[in-house]
């Protein structure tokens, strides 16, 4: 379906409470003009009503091949700094927003669109997916984040490699660097399922998750046991959680087994 509220470059599907948004400029290699920003600044900024989980796919062969270089026009050095904010800041709405995304992986996953499922919570790979930063052989540098996000994936000294030199990697080089968390042959229906999943929790532990454990991560020891002891109270204190827990103990949920 579309939505007035997006761009004819994204299309929304709604399945029960799980949003599928898909980049659909599968003629251009689905490369992300700044409408396509724009609308995901947008539509992750207020996810519509009842939606848990969102599954970020794409029409066609491939993800993404990044950044729609037929926008780029002559900007002075202000101008260019305020679209590579624009960037940032849409991508902080999918990073840091209200609902979990799990990213399908497959065909071009290059520059932009890299920096695109490097902003996801959970990275789905198929077998024909590719990543590469190719912005070092175009005079250019990264600009919607991936200096920040990706070496935290796969490392700096990885980061260095593939834009110094061009290297691509294939989806098994990928997913071994750190770039996908799961390999598979059917990308969505893995990503439905992961989807499935994530919107079954309680909304306060996928808050808990989006919200407190990346800024856990960031803070000092002493400011990071702080604040999980804040968020297990919180979370722990909800009628939701009292609820699965007798029922755990009462043995009407399962246990983790393999």
């Known amino acids: ?19 599928v948004l898909r980049l659909a400029r599968p003629e251009k290699r689905n490369a992300i003009d700044d409408a396509t920003v724009l609308g995901l600044e947008s539509f992750f900024g207020a996810p519509p009503p009842g939606v848990k989980a969102v599954v970020l796919d794409a029409v ?28 940032h800041r849409a991508f902080e709405r999918l990073e840091r927003g209200r609902v979990p995304v799990v990213a399908v992986l497959k065909g071009a996953v290059v520059g932009g669109g890299l920096e695109l ?17 190719p912005e070092g052989q175009r005079g250019l540098f990264v600009g919607g984040g991936a200096s920040v996000r990706v070496p935290r994936l796969i490392g700096a000294h990885r980061m260095a490699d593939m834009m110094l030199t061009g290297r691509v990697l294939d989806a098994d080089e990928g997913h071994a660097a750190g770039l996908s968390h799961y390999r598979v042959e059917n990308g969505l229906e893995h990503a439905l ?20 454990l990346p800024r856990i991560a960031e803070a000092n020891p002493a400011e990071g046991y702080l604040m999980e002891a804040l968020m297990a109270a919180i ?14 103990l009462d043995k009407r949920a399962g246990k983790v087994g393999r």
């Not at 599907?13 to 949003?19: H, K, Q, S, T, V």
């Not at 091949?65 to 050095?77: I, V």
């Not at 499922?117 to 930063?133: C, N, T």
Request: aromatic share 8%; charged share 20%; hydrophobic share 50%.
């Open 117 to 133: 499922a490097a902003a996801a919570h959970i990275r789905v790979a198929e077998p024909s997916a590719f990543y590469a930063l």
């Open 235 to 248: 979370a722990g204190g909800s009628a939701e959680a009292k609820e699965r827990m007798q029922a755990f």
């Open 193 to 212: 399922e992961l989807a499935r999943k994530i919107a079954a929790n309680s909304p306060i532990t996928n808050f808990a998750v989006l919200q407190a």
């Open 1 to 19: 379906m579309t939505s007035p509220l997006l761009p004819p470059t994204l299309r929304l599907e709604l399945r029960d409470d799980i949003a």
């Open 60 to 87: 066609g062969d491939h993800f993404s091949a990044g950044l729609d270089l037929s926008e780029l026009t002559e900007r002075d050095a202000f101008e260019g700094l305020e679209h590579s904010m624009m960037w």
